[in-house]
C-alpha cells in the first residue's frame, strides 16, 4: 500500500499556492463571510424551515435540492453532492483556486490581506492597481457617453447600428467612441485627478519615441472601442476598430501590456459569460468581439474570444477550469484556418476536446446570425465535427487525398497534434480511424505524430491538467470513521497510532488528511487548517457528513469501526483468493499456497475480532 507523505503532493502544493495568506487571515475572512449573504449574492435563496434552498447552480434541475446552512455556515446539493462552506462555494462557483477564493471573500467583506512578507513595495505595487483601474473605469464611462451622446459619435453610432448592436446591448457591453482628438480625452483624465505618469502608465496614451516630458497623445482616435474585463468584469484595457476607411490604418489598436493587462491571459467575454460556459462545458470560440456580442445577445452565450487570432497556453488552461470542449469558430478564410491549426497546441494541451464550426464561405457568426437568425448558427455548431475527422473531411474533398503527396501533407499536418490529444483511449480511436480513412499502417502515423507541428512553435508546453473533481462514495464504515474523526481530536489521536487508512479506499487519503490535520473538534464549519489540504472531491465528503449530532464513545466506535474496516478488508482478500481456486487451470502448487493465504487471512481476522 502507497504511504501517504504530507510533505508532498496536494497539500505541499496547496500551502505554496496559499502563498502568505497567514492562517489567522483566512480564519478572520471565512468568519467575515455569512454563507446565506454570500450564495444569496449570486442568485436568490429561498428560506425553508431553520435553512435556505434554491435550484442547484451546479447540475440542471428543476426541484430545488441545493441547501444552505446557516447554522453549519454550509451549503450541500442533495442532486449532485456538491458542498462546502464559504471558500469551497467561491472555488466552484467562480472556478478559482483556494488562494483566489480567500482573496475575493476577503474583498467583499473589506479585510485586507496581510500577505505575511507585505513590503512597502507591495503596498506601493497595490495602490497602484487600483490607480489603473480607476482610469480605466472612468475612460471606458467616458469612451461611452461619447459614443451616446457626442455628435461626433454619430459614425461610430450609424457603424454600430449596421452591425445590428443596439444601444441596450452598447450598454451592457459599455461600447464606446474615442473622438478624433490627440487630448480631449487626456485633458478629462487629468480632471479626474490622474497624472500624465497614470495616464502613459495605463496604456491610454503615449508620448513620441517614449521621450520623458514629450507632449503625450491619447492612443485610441476615432475608433469604436470596446472594452476589454478581467473576469470579475473589471475594466483592464480595450481594442478600439477604426471608423476610417483608410487602409494605413490599423484595423484593431489594443492597449499595450500593462501593469493590469497582460495580452494572451485575458478571454474576451469571460466575466460575463462564464456561467454558460459551466453549464454547457463548451465553449465557442469567435474570432472577434462583434462575433461574439452578436452571438451572446441572441442567447448563445457560452461564448468567448481570445484577442487576437490564435488560443495561448494561458487562455487554454483559463479556459479549461470552465469547459472540456472547445468550438472553434474561425472565418472559413486562410486567416480563420492558419488560427484553428495554431490555437490546437495549446488546446489539446490542456486535456481539451477541440471541435471545428464550418462556416459557409464569406460569413462570420455576426453576419450568419443577423441575416439567418441564431438558429441557423446553432445548427452549424451542432454539426462540428472534431478537428481531427474534419481535417480527414476536408482533404477528402479537396481531393489532397489522391496523391500520396497530399497524404503525406496531411500526416505531416495532423499526426503532431494528435501526439497532444491527453486522453490515451480518444488519441487512440482517432488514430485508428485516420490509418484506416488513409489506409495507412499505425507505426507510420505513430512516427509522424513524434515530429514537431510546424505550427506548435514553442507553445508546446504540456501543463498539469485540472483535477476532476468526483465525489467520494464512502462505505458505511468509512463514513462513519470521516464522522467521528472530525467530531473528536482523542479519536484523531488514536488513529496516529494506526497503520495509515489509505489501505480502505476509497477515502483512506482522506481519513489520514483528518488524523494528521491540528484542529480544534466542535466547530460548526470545517477547520481552515483542514481545508486546504482537501481536494475538492472530499471537502465535498467532508461537509455532507453531520458532526454535530453528538456521538457517545466517540473513540470505541472508532475502534469497533476500524475493527469492522480491517475484516472488510481481509474478507474481500479471502474471497478473491477463493474465485482463483475456481479455475482449473491454477496448478496443485499454486493452489497450495493460495490457500495457505487463506488461511492465513483467517487468522489475521480472528486476531482483529479480539477485544483490544
Ligand atoms: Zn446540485
Known amino acids: 500500500m502507497s504511504e ?68 453549519r455556515q454550509s451549503f450541500h446539493c442533495f442532486g449532485c453532492g456538491v458542498g462546502g462552506g464559504v471558500l469551497r462555494f467561491v472555488m466552484d462557483y467562480e472556478h478559482v483556486d483556494f488562494p483566489s477564493a480567500v482573496r475575493r471573500l476577503a474583498q467583499r467583506a473589506g479585510i485586507p490581506i496581510l500577505e505575511d512578507a507585505a513590503s512597502a513595495e507591495d503596498g506601493q505595487k497595490q495602490g497602484q492597481r487600483q490607480r489603473l483601474l480607476a482610469i480605466h473605469a472612468e475612460a471606458a464611462s467616458w469612451f461611452h457617453k461619447a459614443l451616446v451622446k457626442s455628435p461626433a459619435g454619430s459614425e461610430a453610432r450609424a457603424y454600430l447600428k449596421s452591425r445590428g448592436i443596439t444601444s441596450e446591448v452598447a450598454k451592457s457591453w459599455q461600447l464606446g467612441y474615442a473622438p478624433d482628438s490627440w487630448d480631449a480625452l487626456l485633458e478629462h483624465l487629468r480632471g479626474c485627478r490622474f497624472t500624465d505618469g497614470e495616464i502613459i502608465l495605463s496604456g491610454l496614451a503615449s508620448s513620441k519615441e517614449d521621450k520623458p516630458g514629450e507632449r503625450i497623445y491619447s492612443r485610441f482616435r476615432h475608433r469604436v472601442m470596446f472594452p476589454i474585463c478581467n473576469d470579475y468584469g473589471e475594466v483592464i484595457a480595450f481594442s478600439g476598430r ?40 463548451t465553449a465557442i470560440v469567435c474570432e472577434g468581439q462583434l462575433d461574439l456580442i452578436s452571438a451572446y445577445e441572441a442567447g448563445i452565450r457560452h461564448v468567448i474570444a481570445p484577442q487576437g487570432t490564435a488560443f495561448t497556453s494561458d487562455q487554454a488552461r483559463l479556459l479549461r477550469r470552465y469547459v472540456e470542449t472547445v468550438l472553434l469558430c474561425f472565418d472559413s478564410d486562410k486567416a480563420g484556418k492558419k488560427a484553428t491549426s495554431s490555437s490546437l497546441p ?33 445548427a452549424l455548431v451542432g454539426a462540428a465535427a472534431d478537428y481531427f475527422d474534419h481535417s480527414l473531411e476536408e482533404a477528402i474533398l479537396s481531393g489532397e487525398l489522391n496523391t500520396p503527396a497530399g497524404k503525406s501533407k496531411l500526416v505531416g499536418r495532423i499526426a503532431p497534434p ?50 476532476p473533481v468526483e465525489k467520494i462514495t464512502l462505505s458505511a464504515g468509512m463514513h462513519m470513521l470521516c464522522q467521528i474523526a472530525l467530531a473528536s481530536s482523542e479519536v484523531r489521536e488514536w488513529l496516529r497510532t494506526q497503520a495509515p487508512a489509505v489501505a480502505f479506499e476509497p477515502g483512506g487519503a482522506l481519513v489520514d488528511k483528518l488524523t494528521q490535520a491540528e484542529f480544534e473538534s466542535g466547530s460548526t464549519t470545517l477547520p481552515t487548517a483542514l481545508l486546504s489540504t482537501l481536494t475538492a472531491a472530499e471537502e465535498r465528503t467532508l461537509s455532507s457528513l453531520d458532526t454535530r449530532r453528538p456521538m457517545p464513545a466517540p473513540l470505541e466506535r472508532a475502534k469497533l469501526t476500524w475493527q469492522g474496516l480491517l475484516i472488510q478488508q481481509f474478507t474481500q482478500k479471502m474471497e478473491g483468493l477463493k474465485s482463483q481456486l475456481i479455475d482449473p487451470s491454477v496448478s496443485v502448487t499454486e493452489r497450495e499456497k493460495i490457500q495457505k493465504q487463506i488461511l492465513d487471512l483467517k487468522i489475521r481476522v480472528a486476531d482483529v475480532q479480539r477485544p483490544f
Open 346 to 378: 495549446s488546446l489539446l494541451s490542456q486535456g481539451l476536446s477541440v471541435k471545428v464550426v464550418v462556416l459557409p464561405a464569406g460569413e462570420d457568426p455576426d453576419s450568419l446570425i443577423r441575416r439567418n437568425g441564431p438558429d441557423a448558427f446553432l
Open 242 to 281: 477604426t471608423l476610417e476607411s483608410d487602409p494605413k490604418s490599423a484595423k484593431y489598436v489594443n492597449s499595450p501590456e500593462t501593469p493590469l493587462f497582460t495580452k494572451g491571459k485575458v478571454l474576451y467575454g469571460l466575466d460575463k459569460s462564464k456561467r454558460d460556459l459551466i453549464e454547457k462545458n
Open 4 to 71: 501517504i507523505s504530507l510533505a508532498h503532493g496536494p497539500v505541499a502544493r496547496y500551502f505554496e499556492s496559499v502563498g502568505l495568506i497567514s492562517e489567522e487571515t483566512i480564519q478572520r475572512v471565512t468568519e467575515a463571510s455569512d454563507i446565506v449573504d454570500l450564495i444569496g449574492s449570486y442568485f436568490p435563496l429561498k428560506r425553508a424551515g431553520t435553512s435556505f434552498r434554491a435550484v442547484c447552480p451546479f447540475h440542471q434541475e428543476k426541484t430545488p435540492s441545493f441547501h444552505v446552512n446557516p447554522a
Open 418 to 467: 494528435l501526439a497532444l490529444v491527453q486522453d490515451a483511449v480518444l488519441r487512440e480511436s482517432i488514430l485508428g480511424r485516420i490509418c484506416s480513412r488513409l489506409s495507412l499502417p499505425h507505426a507510420l502515423i505513430r512516427s509522424a505524430m513524434k515530429a514537431p507541428s510546424p505550427d506548435s512553435g514553442n507553445e508546446r508546453g504540456v501543463v498539469p491538467l485540472a483535477e
